[in-house]
């Protein structure tokens, strides 16, 4: 058989094998998902286009009464809400306002899930369910849970989602249904929603609270500052920036060198700034008998960060009565908050602690007005050279 025979016969082969596997490939497709062409619920929602998120949970106890002939009964609903700042996300009502809100819980639990749910004849449980099967999926009035996202204006609704049961309520083993079932608030198409992370569904403020106040680099650290009862004054230290060592400001009298460990084992507890508990904003609260104004116990420190230095100062006040916890308050918070007493502890210590007792003086030896690095050098050069 020639060359050209050859490849004729190849070809052949080429397109006979061809035909079964594009039919095989045809067939697979269902198997596979094409992110881009899945039919979403909130088509073409985003982080960027959201800017206020309500969460609201009906009450376990609703008003009595029927509505009037042609109207919804109405639903109480505990609340609670989210607004955008540039600052990131932050209670937008109630006795928090402002305080900041977890911007990763945000994503995770609110956003993620409204950008992803699915919305095909795969996903739809039951089209057009009605009442007595919206109550059976937990997705009636009386008992849904309502997320509702705007635009960062407030005024349009971007996502407005009911969730409702469990999938998997009542089942055990490989066969449970996983995912939870939902609905849009304008329609009775009941959907099954499955994803790797559960929704959350609380209107509980602790859960959605960013207590965190600073995550700071140590070595970035190049002043701090330390005062409490037992100092009196504050004792403070700097470095350069890249230096390890510690100098003193202003060191006390009777006192030595600075103890490096001991230093640094305070800075590593400032590593991770974060607040018990947020009580109210700070301009409601009575300073002074909380043992605030002045502060019992004051911390500051200064960091790099980029081109710029970050001040951060803490005082601590009184002790609760009925926890182990002192009041706090942040020149980066608007809140009075607390700090548990295992952080606080720490920073009661003697100021003397920090430093190395001074070298004894011999009283029957004058005292050398010169550093003894100056004398040694002195020495030297007195020293003859061989020949002189």
Known sequence: MNLTKSNVVLAVLAVGLAVPTFLQLQKDRATFVDVARVPLLF????????????????????????????????????EIAFARTDKGWVFAKGDLQLAPVSKERVEADVLTHLRTIRFDRETLVVADASPEQLERYGLDPAHAFVVE?????????????????????????????????????????????????????????????????AKLQVDKITRFSLQNA???????????????????????????????????????????????????????????????????????????????????ELGIGNKLDDKAE?????????????????????????????????APVDPGKPVDPKPADENKDEKKGDEKKPGE
């Open 43 to 78: 088509d073409g929602f985003t982080a960027d286009n959201c800017g206020r998120i309500t969460l609201r949970q009906p009450k376990a106890e609703q008003p009595a009464g029927d509505p009037q002939p042609g109207q919804q009964k109405q639903i109480a609903y505990d």
């Open 149 to 213: 996202a705007r635009d960062p204006s407030g005024q349009t609704v971007v996502a407005d989602l009911l969730v409702g049961i469990d999938a998997g309520k009542g089942q055990s083993g490989t066969d449970a249904v996983r995912g939870v079932f939902v609905r849009k608030s304008d329609t009775n198409d009941v959907i099954l929603y499955e994803s790797e992370r559960p929704m959350q569904r609380s209107v509980q403020t602790e859960l959605w609270l960013d207590k965190v106040l």
């Open 230 to 312: 037992a100092t009196g004054q504050p004792v403070a230290f700097t470095r350069s920036e890249g230096k390890a060592s510690w100098t003193a400001v202003e060191t006390p009298p009777g006192l030595g060198a600075v103890r490096q460990g001991e230093v640094e084992a305070l800075l590593q507890r400032l590593r991770w700034i974060a607040a018990q508990d947020f009580r109210m904003p700070i301009q409601r609260a009575n300073k002074a008998q909380l043992g605030l104004e002045p502060p019992q116990l004051q911390i500051k420190i200064v960091v790099r960060e980029g081109d710029r230095d970050r001040e951060i």
């Open 326 to 358: 002192y009041y706090l308050t942040c020149n980066e918070s608007s809140f009075l908050m607390t700090w548990p007493a295992s952080s606080v502890v720490p920073f009661e210590i003697d100021g003397k602690t920090l430093f190395d007792p001074a």
